[in-house]
């Protein structure tokens, strides 16, 4: 089994500031995924990124970056120059690869606040 | 390429009444999942296809929900009879080596 635990319920920031989304996970599985996830008010969830366990390099897409530390079983999210369009709820998920490739398991979430 | 299609967006009901809601997956996909996500919470899987057969349903309460791929593409997903506490989001996903994708999301309200 998988768990997903996000400890921070609510995070703000400045507009063109950075700030960084916590997540811890935990999972018996040596081959696996993890994910972050952007939820805006229409509850669309939209694939922000996304990193393999089994690579060692950090990744990134735009202004999104991660922290991954494996050992720790840690995976934060960092977004660089927010802008008021990245305000939502983000939530890290997990899957187990293989055959549970896909099938996630997801934190609470955190609502973001981008202030003008 | 067309993503996640999901009908109806927003259905209210009454109680002990039956609701049925309607996905299309991103082309292609051969697995395709229903979430349930009550407010304030993150979605939890109901049920996992691979083209028309369930991968996992352990978390379906199959006393009320029912789910169905026949054809291996569109999937629908019904509850009957619909309980206060099933008001949510439905959200259906579909996903390849890429990531998982999910689609807009179908709003449930049972009075």
């Known amino acids: 089994a998988q768990t997903v635990t996000q400890s921070q319920p609510e995070m703000s920031v400045q507009e063109a500031e950075t700030v960084t989304l916590s997540c811890t996970y935990d999972?018996?599985?040596?081959?696996?995924?993890l994910f972050w996830y952007k939820q805006p008010p229409s509850r669309q969830m939209i694939l922000v990124i996304r990193?393999?366990?089994?690579?060692?390099q950090n990744a990134t897409e735009n202004r999104f970056s991660v922290n991954f530390q494996k050992a720790a079983k840690s995976f934060s999210l960092k977004i660089s120059d927010s802008q008021l369009g990245d305000a939502a709820m983000y939530f890290c998920a997990s899957d187990a690869g293989g055959t549970s490739y896909g099938k996630l398991t997801f934190g609470q979430g955190t609502i973001l606040t981008v202030h003008p | 390429e067309a993503g996640v299609a999901q009908s109806p967006r927003y259905k209210i009901i009454e109680k002990r009444q039956s609701v049925a809601f309607w996905c299309n997956p991103i082309?292609?996909?051969?697995?395709l999942y229903w979430y349930q996500q009550i407010l304030g919470q993150g979605p939890k899987l109901l049920i996992q296809f691979q083209n028309n057969g369930v991968v996992d349903d352990s978390q379906l309460p199959k006393d009320r929900f029912s789910a169905e791929r026949l054809k291996g593409v569109d999937s629908t997903l019904k509850i009957q009879p619909a309980k206060l506490e099933d008001s949510a989001v439905y959200l259906c996903a579909s996903s390849s080596h890429t990531g998982t994708y999910f689609g807009p999301g179908t709003r449930l309200t049972v009075l």
């Open positions: 082309s292609g996909h051969a697995t």
């Open positions: 999972t018996s599985e040596s081959d696996y995924y």
């Open positions: 990193q393999e366990a089994y690579k060692q």
